[in-house]
């Protein structure tokens, strides 16, 4: 059974900058797509980035060009760069496989595996 771990959240000031890591352990195969969602208060959890294997990436539009999804080649291990980081940006962070790369959303039945904890990120002065 596939595991998910979210790690390196924290408390940041606008502007700053923080790395999250995600680590799905337990997966014998590379997983083709994987993907970072958030859900912030009050919000629902939503798809902010994925990535497949290969490097190709697509970004929701509000963090296109401050985050930066990466990979290390087929490893099941998946970063986010989060730079110019706003209180918008306050949520909680998750990672997951992605039954389609280009349909994916948090909906049951789009991701592969069941939700870890996430990690929290939160941005104010």
């Not at 999250?20 to 912030?40: D, E, H, P």
């Not at 697509?58 to 985050?67: M, N, P």
């Not at 706003?86 to 998750?94: E, H, I, N, S």
């Given at each position: 059974?596939?595991?998910?771990?979210?790690?390196?959240?924290?408390?940041?000031?606008?502007?700053?900058?923080?790395?999250?890591?995600?680590?799905?352990?337990?997966?014998?195969?590379?997983?083709?797509?994987?993907?970072?969602?958030?859900?912030?208060?009050g919000?629902?959890?939503?798809?902010?980035?994925?990535?497949?294997?290969?490097?190709?990436?697509?970004?929701?539009?509000?963090?296109?060009?401050?985050?930066?999804?990466?990979?290390?080649?087929?490893?099941?291990t998946?970063?986010?760069?989060?730079?110019?980081?706003?209180?918008?940006?306050?949520?909680?962070?998750?990672?997951?496989?992605?039954?389609?790369?280009?349909?994916?959303?948090?909906?049951?039945?789009?991701?592969?595996?069941?939700?870890?904890?996430?990690?929290?990120?939160t941005?104010?002065?």
């Open positions: 059974q596939v595991q998910l771990v979210e790690s390196g959240g924290g408390l940041v000031q606008p502007g700053g900058s923080l790395t999250l890591s995600c680590a799905a352990s337990g997966s014998k195969y590379s997983i083709a797509a994987m993907g970072w969602f958030r859900q912030g208060p919000n629902e959890r939503e798809l902010i980035a994925r990535i497949r294997l290969g490097g190709v990436t697509l970004y929701k539009d509000d963090v296109k060009g401050r985050f930066t999804i990466s990979r290390n080649g087929t490893e099941n998946v970063y986010l760069q989060m730079n110019s980081l706003q209180p918008a940006d306050t949520a909680v962070y998750y990672c997951n496989g992605c039954v389609n790369f280009y349909t994916c959303t948090p909906n049951t039945g789009s991701t592969l595996y069941s939700w870890g904890q996430g990690t929290q990120v941005v104010s002065s």
